[in-house]
């Protein structure tokens, strides 16, 4: 569920008028907020409109993207060349380096239409706080905002192409779940089981390793429980959660429950109860149900049965670049789905002390309906002894 920090990864392949296009929109869309410009720090934020996986470093690196004219890349003097070899070097724009004992976030502001006006700037969600304090400084007067109220809006409306990254990323993630019944054994700890399913997350296509869950017994209650040295025992049940990023940057993650040996009457009633519930909020993906129409259809229905308080987090999230962002899947919000939105769809019934079970797929909205693009089988697993 939870990402753990991604290692750096390079993306391949992009074509260049599908970024020129990225531009283009995330301007307008700029404009039409009232904003005069994004500023855009490393991450996935700059991934998507330019391809350029930037180094998160202590000195600036700044896409300047204002709401009308050219936009322009600011970087430190030593990451020019990575910068000009990465996709953004073929965008076109001016690449403006800077030197150690420069200002760079004066140079930024010397960059931006209306030089001494007031402004309003988007800001990268996830720049570092003390970047945004340095522009701040840079811009006296502007008024900051969240650059994700309009970058969000166009990644999660995912195009053909982006789709196929994430249906690859599907497969490559359910080819590991085929082979995690090897692994569980009895004797085992959940650190070494966790291992063999990082090695086969990047045997099967995967640039990095974002997260592995391996809760056995007890600490299947944990929705986001860590490796731990625990021992696996017969009669464990186990959660499997895993996921990671692909060459070009598109993320995985799917959540399967294993069983070693026969489970218990308690879980096995549970388990049924969350399958038709998981079940049926894959069956109600179509354009038009909003997010919360769509939590309900599995919380009420996991509710009804008695575990609605076992019910601990919300149904799901966007995935894309990034393993968690929009749209949420969660009571309150009212956004209604839309052709190209992907997202988790991962009730969970969790007994604190006991055991738990999570069921992840992750689902894209169609014009008619919506595609599941986890296919491993959501029954329990059994494993044999």
Known sequence: MEPRPATILTLVTHHTHDLTDRLARAQKAASEAGMDALLISPGADLRYLTGYEALPL?????????????????????????????????????????NETD??????????????????????????????????????????????????????????????????????????????PEWLRPGRTEREVGQDIADAILAAG???????????????????????????????????????????????????????????????????VLLAAQTAQCEAVRPGITAEELDAVGRDLITAAGYGDKFIHRTGHGIGLETHEEPYIVSGSARPLEPGMAFSIEPGIYLAGKHGARIEDIAVCTADGGERLNLTTRELVVVDL
Request: net charge negative.
């Open 58 to 98: 202590e000195r600036l690196t700044c896409l300047v993207l204002p709401a009308g004219g050219d936009p322009l890349m600011v970087v430190p003097a030593l990451e020019k060349p990575a910068a000009e070899a990465s996709p953004l070097g073929g965008l076109g724009l001016d690449i403006v380096p800077w």
């Open 103 to 180: 200002d760079p976030y004066a140079l930024v502001a010397s960059r931006l239409p209306g030089a001494g006006a007031p402004r309003t700037v988007g800001v990268d969600n996830h720049m570092w706080a003390e970047k945004v304090l340095n522009f701040r400084r840079a811009l006296p007067g502007a008024e900051q905002v969240l650059a994700g109220q309009v970058l969000s809006e166009l990644r999660m409306r995912k195009t053909a192409a982006e789709v196929e990254s994430l249906r690859a990323a599907g497969a490559a993630i359910d080819a590991v779940h085929r082979r995690v």
């Open 206 to 272: 995967h640039a990095t390793v974002d997260f592995v869950i391996v809760g056995s017994g007890p600490n299947g209650a944990s929705p986001h429980h860590e490796l731990s040295d625990r021992v696996i025992q017969a009669g464990d049940q186990v959660v499997v959660d895993i996921g990671g990023a692909m060459p070009d940057g598109y993320c995985s993650d799917s959540t399967r429950n294993y069983s070693l040996g026969a489970p218990s009457a308690e879980y096995a009633e549970y388990f049924a």
